[in-house]
Structures are given as structure tokens and as C-alpha cells.
């Protein structure tokens, strides 16, 4: 348990993040920190790298809406500090507290206190005794048997609880040490790419090397590392767990089709201004944008609500059905005000508010006549293979 949060031993997947706030700074922390938790994160850390810092964490954590780990980088006696103000959780890295009487000293402060840690060993900053050892280089085994050194000084005072980390920024090299530590160990692990970097690139990478463990079994709580908002990393937290059905949704899901030639409408600026109109709000449904009537509603039946565009009008369907047709500038609200219905009072009375059959024959019309206009080809790759033909046949 970190505070009131369980992690491993079958419990949901945790999302954690970092604030990036000076821990001295309690208001400021604090502001971050609920951010955090609005947009997903379960368990945030906080440096302690500082008595000022263990000082702040002494306000932040009775006010957290969520449990506080505190991040302890060199000095053993910041995390005995941090253990006085309260945190709910320490993040020890291997590499940076070497020395086993500070090692254990702090664990047997846990121990009695009930307190879990993280045994973060991060490829960047591994002890140079195993760097050597394992010939100069970060290897899965060297970050492995840090852990495992880790944990056997944990073990000579009778503490165990403990989940660990072996992040590297090599994604190849976090998956394979993760995969060797599941082998080796059945404690909670906490799985990340480490120094991420800015979007998109950080966040494929950190989707890469956590997703291809979480889908192998191996992992109970994440973090994504990037360098941005650490909103960023909650929110993209949450909606990985939820597209891998780890995690019961939340917010709206918001698909849309890619757009092709038989769109009706711009599919992007659409999707984009329904995303923006959605924002955080806690509605948990499937929405779908799709750029027409002729394949939108069935390509997305599954979905709890949606629109379709076709001539100049939106086609919205619930569950497939369609159910109204709005003038194409009444789009997005019309499908705001259909989520928050059926939301409140479930998909039947919304569809009892509507003719059903009215709206589906206007439907068909627009596709009927969108199919006269563009035939099956809306792309005209036909008539485009045509042409190439005759260019290259001269
Ligand atoms: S056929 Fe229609 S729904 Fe499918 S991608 Fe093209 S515009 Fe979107």
C-alpha cells in the first residue's frame, strides 16, 4: 500500500507522476499536485532533496488528495526527514546511496513505521562497482543485481515492502530488465522509460516500453518521464491503461476516422474542437467523429455516440442508431449535449427524446445521393489508375 493505494498483488495499475515544483514551494506543490490527480496520476512523488523540501512535504502531505512518495537522491538523512513529515513512500536509488549502514538505517526506520519503498535503479546513474563489473556498460543484469543488492540489504533488517524500478532511456534495455527482474523477483515493479523527452517522441517511446511489458504481464504502477507539463504524463498515464482496458474509463474516448476523399467535413478541425469541448469532463463514453454518412455510422457502431457529416449536415447516431440531424455548425454541441443526456439518464431515454425512423431515412437519403455523386470510388483511384496507365503507355 502506498498511503491508501494498493500496488501489485493483482490491484489496478496505478498511473504515478512528479511534480516539478520546488517541494518548499506548498502552495505551488500542492496546485501541481491536484492538477496531477484531475488528469489521472494515483500516487505522486516530490523531490527531497533538501531540509526545506522535507519541510514543505510536512504541509503538502495532509493536504494531498493523493499519497506523497518522496524522491531521496544522495543524502540517506533526507529520507529519515521525509519519513518524519509524513510521505506515504520513499524512492531510493541504488546508485546515489551506496553505503549499507545508511542503506539499512533507513529501511529499518520503514520497517517500523509501515512505510514502503521504491528501489529505483536507473541505467544513467548505476553504481559504478556493477557498471564496471558488467564490463563497462549498463546491462540488463547490472541494473537487475543492483535491485537484487538492493533488496538483500533490506532483508538483513526484516523489510520487505518493497516495489522496484530499473528504468533506462533505451527502450530495449528497460524492457529486458524489466523482463529479467519479473523472472527473479515477485515484488510490485513500477515500470518507466527514463528521460522520455518532449512530446511525441517521448511519449512513443515511454507508450513502447511500457505497454509491450504491461501486455506480458510484467508491471503494476507507471510512469511516463517527459519533458513537459507532468500533466502530460498523468493524463497520458490514464489513457494508456484505459486503451488497454487496465483501468475503467474515465473521461470521454474520443475516435474519429482518418478522413479520405469521401469526407464531408474537416475530420480534424471536428475531432479537434470536440476534444477541446470535452476537456477533462468525466463523462466516460465512447464519442466518434467520422467525416461521412456513407461509412461513419457503421464504421462506428460500437461507439456510445456519434456524428456523421453528409451534406452539410451531421448525422448523429446512438449505438449505431441514428437518432437526429443537425445543420453542420450544431455538430460538436449537439454531441456535448447527447453525452451529458445519455450520461445522466442512460441511452434509452435519450433515443425515447427522438424519431429514430425520421432520422434514419434522412441519413440514407444523404448517403444515397453522396453515393450518386462520388460512386464507390470516392478517391477516383480508378480513374487515377487510368491515367498512369496512359502516361506510362504513352
Ligand atoms: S469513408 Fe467516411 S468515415 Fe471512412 S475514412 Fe472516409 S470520410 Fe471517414
Redesign the pocket.
Known amino acids: 500500500m502506498v498511503g491508501n493505494v494498493p500496488v501489485g498483488g493483482g490491484a489496478p495499475i496505478t498511473v504515478q507522476s512528479m511534480t516539478i515544483t520546488k517541494t518548499a514551494d506548498v502552495e505551488g506543490t500542492l496546485q501541481q499536485i491536484y492538477g496531477l490527480a484531475a488528469a489521472g496520476a494515483d500516487i505522486v512523488r516530490c523531490t527531497c532533496n533538501e531540509v526545506e523540501a522535507a519541510e514543505g512535504l510536512a504541509q503538502i502531505v495532509p493536504r494531498s488528495p493523493v499519497p506523497i512518495v518522496a524522491d531521496i537522491h544522495h543524502q540517506h538523512r533526507m529520507a529519515l526527514a521525509a519519513l518524519e513529515a509524513g510521505v506515504q513512500c520513499l524512492r531510493l536509488n541504488p546508485g546515489n546511496i551506496r553505503k549499507p549502514e545508511h542503506i539499512k538505517l533507513v529501511a529499518q526506520e520503514c520497517r517500523d513505521r509501515g512505510i514502503p519503498i521504491r528501489i529505483g535503479v536507473n541505467g544513467g546513474s548505476l553504481d559504478p562497482a556493477l557498471y564496471e563489473k558488467h564490463g563497462g556498460k549498463v546491462t540488463p543484469e547490472a541494473m537487475v543485481e543492483s535491485a537484487q543488492q538492493e533488496l538483500a540489504y533490506f532483508a538483513e533488517v526484516g523489510f520487505e515492502d518493497v516495489k522496484i524500478s530499473v528504468k533506462a532511456s533505451s527502450v530495449p534495455l528497460m524492457i529486458e530488465a524489466y523482463r529479467q527482474l519479473a523472472e527473479v523477483t515477485d515484488h510490485p515493479l513500477h515500470l518507466g522509460v527514463t528521460e522520455a523527452g518532449p512530446l511525441p517522441g517521448g511519449l512513443l517511446k515511454a507508450t513502447a516500453g511500457i505497454s509491450t511489458l504491461l501486455a506480458e504481464g510484467i508491471g503494476d504502477t507507471i510512469r511516463y518521464s517527459l519533458t513537459a507539463d507532468p500533466v502530460e504524463e498523468a493524463r497520458a498515464g490514464r489513457q494508456l491503461l484505459e486503451a488497454l482496458g487496465l483501468r475503467e474509463r474515465k473521461n470521454i474516448d474520443l475516435i474519429a ?4 476523399g ?2 464531408e467535413i474537416d ?1 480534424i478541425g471536428v475531432a479537434a474542437e470536440a476534444q477541446a469541448a470535452f476537456g477533462e469532463r468525466e463523462i466516460p463514453l465512447q464519442v466518434a467523429v ?3 454518412v ?3 455510422p457503421g ?1 462506428a457502431r460500437d461507439a456510445d455516440l456519434g456524428i ?1 457529416a453528409g451534406r452539410r449536415r451531421g448525422h448523429l447516431f446512438v449505438k449505431g442508431r441514428n437518432v437526429a440531424v443537425v445543420p453542420e455548425d450544431e455538430m460538436v454541441p449537439t454531441l456535448v449535449e447527447w453525452a451529458e443526456f445519455i450520461h445522466e439518464h442512460g441511452v434509452e431515454a435519450a433515443v425515447a427524446r427522438v424519431d429514430t425512423e425520421k432520422a434514419a431515412r434522412e441519413a440514407e437519403k444523404d448517403r444515397a445521393a453522396l453515393l450518386a455523386e462520388q460512386g464507390a470510388d ?1 478517391n477516383a483511384s480508378e480513374q487515377k489508375v487510368d491515367l498512369i496507365h496512359k502516361r506510362v503507355e504513352g
Do not use: I, K, L
Not at 257 to 260: F, K, V
Open positions: 476516422c482518418p478522413s479520405c469521401r469526407a475530420v467520422m467525416g461521412c456513407v461509412n461513419g464504421e456523421a470516392a
